[in-house]
């Protein structure tokens, strides 16, 4: 016995399948015809035989997209430099990623080589289609770029009356679920457009530079987390990762052994010192493209297997 709904009039009827199934091959469309209202409408036969296939039609695919923020107030503490190599890692491990950049320097289309000619700006000002502006850099890498023309989206995004910080969530729905990384680079200070950043990312990724004092500048950072926590708690601090790791002075060890006192649970392998890394951005290349085999290019794959959680990758 199964049971048939009529697609006009929504009545259910129950229908015998043995008197069915002598007359008719499997696979066969076979046409039905409403008792109620007299519509008729096909029927496939061997859903009705199997209807577990009928009753959970092929969900949406669940997105299991990733959103992490390579953010600290600081400047030249590496973000850049992490969010590019990080999102080049991840893409030659086979994943989708878009690398989001919303500081107005734009740096990182720059160290990708590219210099597109929409991006975030317009995203957000829906003057663009998002195909429009999202650029593929690489293979399974695309960039939404950032740039000077964000500034006046800063002051789009103040001028809100309500609702300012989810502009960045509200442009991105619908273009998530393509990706399995959305990785985004952060502007150095506090404003409205991190704030913005910070409702839209679920994980934090902080770099922090082991010279001088950096743990005051965490620790600030940490406050104003906790600030948008309490209203946002889908954002939680996943990674901190040390850069500027230079083994032959004492002062970054000693740095590292306080954050690794403190903060151990987000602790990542440092990302050493390296001159090829303040060389291939001018080359418009990434660590693994300008430099494959620097120690650079060997503790951004280890943050790639970290982030993954998979030891294999890029091995
Ligand atoms: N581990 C490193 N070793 C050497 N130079 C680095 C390292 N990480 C970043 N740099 C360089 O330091 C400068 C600042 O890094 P950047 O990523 O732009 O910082 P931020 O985005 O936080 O301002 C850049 O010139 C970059 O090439
Ligand atoms: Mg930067």
Request: hydrophobic residues 40%; proline residues 5%.
């Amino acid at each position: 016995m199964a049971i048939i709904v009529c697609p006009k009039c929504a009545k259910k009827h129950k229908v015998n399948l043995d008197s069915v199934k002598q007359n008719t091959l499997l696979g066969k469309k076979i046409v039905a015809r409403c008792k109620s209202c007299g519509h008729k409408f096909p029927v496939q036969l061997d859903r009705l035989m199997h209807p577990k296939i009928e009753a959970s039609p092929s969900p949406e695919p669940v997105s299991a997209v990733r959103k992490i923020c390579v953010t600290l107030s600081k400047g030249g503490v590496g973000k850049t430099t992490t969010s590019v190599n990080l999102s080049a890692g991840l893409a030659l491990a086979g994943h989708k990623v878009l690398l989001v950049d919303t500081d107005t320097q734009g740096q990182s289309a720059y160290n990708l080589g590219k210099k597109p000619r929409a991006g975030l700006t317009e995203l957000l000002t829906k003057e663009l289609a998002p195909e429009e502006c999202i650029i593929r850099a690489r293979k399974n890498l695309w960039l939404l770029a950032g740039g000077k023309s964000l500034a006046g989206v800063k002051r789009i995004i103040d001028r809100k009356s309500f609702g300012a910080e989810w502009t960045l969530s509200e442009a991105m729905k619908g273009l998530d679920h393509r990706y399995d990384f959305i990785i985004i680079d952060t502007a150095p200070g506090w404003d409205q457009l991190i704030v913005n950043v910070l409702f839209y990312a679920t994980e934090v990724l902080v770099p922090v530079a082991l010279e001088v004092m950096p743990l005051q500048g965490l620790s600030e950072f940490m406050k104003s987390l906790g600030s948008i926590q309490k209203y946002r708690k889908e954002i939680v601090l996943k990674y901190i990762v040390p850069t500027f790791m230079d083994t032959r002075i004492k002062g970054p060890e000693t740095i590292y052994s306080q954050l690794e006192k403190l903060y151990s649970e987000y602790m990542c392998d440092p990302i050493r010192y390296s001159e090829s890394l303040s060389e291939a951005p001018s080359y418009g290349k990434s660590i693994f493209e300008f430099a494959p085999g620097c120690t650079a290019a060997a503790d951004y794959k280890a943050l790639v297997r970290k982030v993954t959680r998979d030891g294999s990758a890029l091995l």
